[in-house]
């Protein structure tokens, strides 16, 4: 016998019946090839969705892939950069170094030739005034000698004295203008090494320079391209968000699949007649077909008393096709078994299942309670097939 569970069902229309207290030959269709095939479409279309964002994943995750890849290389660029870079200003540094020492130098050899100015117009000075001297000293003793009658042996070593201190005074001229000679060759020769040092700093100055251009392009290559990494890193997240989600869901959709197949794979609800649980353990407050109301109205379930919070439980598997709110009811549930047999549980404190799950024989699904005006906590119970009331003492033992 083909089994369905409860789909296309108008279930307001149905409780309105239940409350009313109507027994409507309601019409079920067996409807669990068609939904299982519709759940197949639905799950191919999942699975083929969650390909798509896993293609968009590895396209997303190659691009992150060669963007590092290209800033790894344009780091080490900057590296090989920035070491060269230092080299230079190393090599600045010491340019520098020595362009001062030999400014220094410059500085020493102007006050040495300060010195030997000096003392050159000083040499000069005292053998001009030698000179002068010995031509006075030499003309006066020439005329002494003419007049007096002395010895020429004398006047002769007296000229030769001055000769000799004149010629002694020209050689220390001579040494001082060689000296100025030597200073003026080695200024020259320093400002021209200063010279050729200004002009490498100057070029090394402009490497220098380059290098910090190409790096600062080459840094902002690289943030550019982490700028990159980042908003392809945050696509990444929300498709691996997505994916997990996608995958989640169709996690559950094969389980509620197998949960289903499991469920259609059971034995006929109408073989479990006088072998079920009640749903909970207690007295009953109101029988099957009791008067209800003044006697206008017939129940159509049980009312089993319970403790507040009390587990209620299916009493056989299913899918759970209503699960809130209804008049008269309170809290209810209502759990399809198939072959148009389905259980009510009412009145209830707290609802633990919500619609669409599948539930096994004996899960717990609500909690007993009070609720749709009762006055006393338990749990309204019924049986129906095909929307008729069965009366659940005969499906349920004790």
Same mark, same amino acid.
């Given at each position: 016998?083909?089994?369905?569970?409860?789909?296309?069902?108008?279930?307001?229309?149905?409780?309105?019946?239940?409350? $009313?207290?109507?027994?409507?030959?309601?019409?079920?269709?067996?409807?669990?090839?068609?939904?299982?095939?519709? +759940?197949?479409?639905?799950?191919?279309?999942?699975?083929?969705?969650?390909?798509?964002?896993?293609?968009?994943?590895?396209?997303?995750?190659?691009?992150?892939?060669?963007?590092?890849?290209?800033?790894?290389?344009?780091?080490?660029?900057?590296?090989?950069?920035?070491?060269?870079? $230092?080299?230079?200003?190393?090599?600045?540094? +010491?340019?520098?170094?020595?362009?001062?020492?030999?400014?220094?130098?410059?500085?020493?050899?102007?006050? +040495?030739?300060?010195? !030997?100015?000096?003392?050159?117009?000083?040499?000069?000075?005292?053998?001009?005034?030698?000179?002068?001297?010995?031509?006075?000293?030499?003309?006066?003793?020439?005329?002494?000698?003419?007049? @007096?009658?002395?010895?020429?042996?004398?006047?002769?070593?007296?000229?030769?004295?001055?000769?000799?201190?004149?010629?002694?005074?020209?050689?220390?001229?001579?040494?001082?203008?060689?000296?100025?000679? @030597?200073?003026?060759?080695?200024?020259? *020769?320093?400002?021209?090494?200063?010279?050729?040092?200004?002009?490498?700093?100057?070029?090394?100055?402009?490497?220098?320079?380059?290098?910090?251009?190409?790096?600062?392009?080459?840094?902002?290559?690289?943030?550019?391209?982490?700028?990159?990494?980042?908003?392809?890193?945050?696509?990444?997240?929300?498709?691996? @968000?997505?994916?997990?989600?996608?995958? *989640?869901?169709?996690?559950?959709?094969?389980?509620?699949?197998?949960?289903?197949?499991?469920?259609?794979?059971?034995?006929?609800?109408?073989?479990?007649?006088?072998?079920?649980? !009640?749903?909970?353990?207690?007295?009953?407050?109101?029988?099957?077909?009791?008067?209800?109301?003044?006697?206008?109205?017939?129940?159509?379930?049980?009312?089993?008393?319970?403790?507040?919070?009390?587990?209620?439980? $299916?009493?056989? $598997?299913?899918?759970?096709?209503?699960?809130?709110?209804?008049?008269?009811?309170?809290?209810?549930?209502?759990?399809?078994?198939?072959?148009?047999?389905?259980?009510?549980?009412?009145?209830?404190?707290?609802?633990?299942?919500?619609?669409?799950?599948?539930?096994?024989?004996?899960?717990?699904?609500?909690?007993?309670? +009070?609720?749709?005006?009762?006055?006393?906590?338990?749990?309204?119970?019924?049986?129906?097939?095909?929307?008729?009331?069965? @009366?659940?003492?005969? !499906?349920?033992?004790?």
């Amino acid at each position: 016998m083909p089994r369905g569970l409860l789909s296309g069902i108008n279930i307001p229309a149905l409780l309105s019946a239940f409350a $009313a207290g109507l027994v409507p030959c309601l019409l079920l269709i067996p409807a669990a090839a068609v939904i299982a095939r519709e +759940d197949s479409v639905r799950l191919e279309n999942r699975e083929v969705e969650l390909e798509n964002i896993r293609s968009r994943i590895r396209d997303v995750r190659s691009r992150i892939d060669a963007a590092e890849t290209d800033s790894d290389a344009l780091l080490k660029e900057i590296q090989e950069t920035e070491q060269a870079a $230092a080299e230079v200003s190393a090599r600045l540094r +010491d340019i520098e170094k020595e362009i001062a020492a030999k400014t220094a130098r410059l500085e020493r050899l102007e006050q +040495d030739k300060v010195r !030997w100015e000096t003392r050159l117009e000083s040499q000069r000075s005292n053998l001009a005034r030698q000179i002068r001297i010995a031509y006075q000293t030499g003309h006066h003793d020439f005329l002494k000698l003419l007049l @007096n009658q002395e010895d020429p042996a004398l006047v002769g070593r007296m000229v030769t004295y001055h000769e000799y201190h004149n010629r002694a005074r020209a050689r220390k001229i001579a040494a001082v203008k060689e000296s100025l000679r @030597n200073i003026s060759n080695l200024q020259a *020769s320093i400002r021209e090494e200063t010279e050729d040092l200004q002009s490498l700093q100057s070029d090394q100055t402009a490497r220098l320079e380059e290098h910090r251009r190409y790096r600062n392009s080459r840094q902002k290559a690289i943030d550019d391209l982490q700028a990159f990494i980042d908003k392809q890193d945050a696509q990444l997240q929300h498709l691996e @968000n997505n994916e997990k989600e996608l995958a *989640s869901l169709l996690d559950r959709v094969k389980s509620d699949q197998l949960a289903i197949q499991a469920y259609e794979e059971l034995p006929p609800f109408q073989s479990f007649r006088g072998k079920l649980a !009640w749903p909970v353990n207690g007295r009953f407050l109101h029988r099957f077909g009791e008067a209800r109301k003044g006697g206008k109205l017939r129940a159509h379930g049980v009312r089993i008393a319970a403790e507040s919070g009390a587990e209620v439980r $299916a009493v056989s $598997a299913g899918k759970v096709v209503f699960a809130d709110w209804f008049r008269n009811m309170g809290l209810l549930m209502i759990i399809d078994h198939g072959d148009g047999f389905m259980s009510l549980y009412g009145n209830n404190e707290r609802l633990l299942k919500k619609p669409g799950d599948m539930v096994a024989t004996g899960d717990t699904v609500a909690r007993a309670g +009070d609720t749709g005006g009762q006055n006393q906590p338990g749990v309204y119970f019924e049986i129906r097939r095909q929307g008729n009331p069965l @009366n659940p003492s005969l !499906w349920c033992r004790r």
